[in-house]
């Protein structure tokens, strides 16, 4: 149980485009998620706090006009990187945390963006 | 605020050798704390927890001790293999601001070698 999906695992763009990654959370409710960069070989960096039906609470430093984040589910979470460009490219990694449970996240596998 | 500090890598060792991860950790309240595995080109797997002092989390032969004296939660496992080389987190999650939102390490990326 408590299994996250992530879709697409990774895609590659043009610079100017926008891409749109999905979080689900398979099995279980999930009212917060939370969206990750990951540099390579660094740890992941929070970027965003997701509560279903709910605005995003960004991180300092994250654009919410580029990086657009909505939850219209209990299940589902987007993430969406608008006018991409390539220092945009990165490991995304989305959690979800279980409803009633704050200890605890299960992650998702990851998404690869690469902007060219 | 809450932090958490992991020895730094690779940990480069020879199968069945004894492994040991470090991991420390500042935190204004009573936190919950972690062990993340990230295998190459996936996301993070939770590995085992513990909630409360003295509590002992363990999981495929790894283990990980609250000391809440010593302020650790390190990362021990008495045989590794080859199948175990992949980056390793540490995080915490407490109630700062009402919100339980994780504070991780840099990671510590294990290798072993056959």
């Known amino acids: 149980g408590a299994v996250v999906s992530q879709h697409p695992s990774w895609v590659i763009c043009k610079s100017g485009t926008s891409v749109k990654i999905e979080c689900r959370s398979l099995d279980f409710q999930a009212t917060t998620m939370f969206w990750y960069r990951q540099f390579p070989k660094q740890s992941l960096m929070l970027m965003a706090t997701?509560?279903?039906?709910?605005?995003?609470?960004?991180e300092q430093g994250v654009e919410k006009d580029k990086f657009l984040i909505n939850h219209a589910s209990l299940t589902l979470s987007t993430l969406t990187v608008t006018s991409a460009h390539p220092e945009d490219s990165s490991f995304y990694i989305c959690s979800a945390r279980l409803a009633g449970s704050y200890n605890e996240q299960f992650f998702g596998p990851g998404t690869r963006l690469t902007v060219l | 605020g809450n932090s958490v500090t992991q020895m730094e890598g690779p940990v480069t060792l020879s199968e069945e050798a004894f492994l040991t991860i470090n991991c420390t950790y500042t935190a204004t309240g009573y936190p919950s704390l972690f062990w993340y595995v990230q295998y190459p080109g996936e996301g993070l797997q939770l590995l085992l927890k513990a909630t409360k002092a003295d509590d002992k989390g363990s999981n495929k032969g790894f283990e990980a001790t609250y000391r809440k004296e010593t302020t650790s939660f390190h990362l021990e496992k008495g045989s590794v293999q080859v199948s175990d080389s992949a980056v390793y987190f540490c995080a915490l999650s407490d109630a700062s601001g009402g919100s339980y939102i994780p504070t991780f390490g840099r990671g510590t990326s294990l290798i072993v070698h056959p």
């Open positions: 997701s509560n279903e039906g709910s605005k995003a609470t960004y």
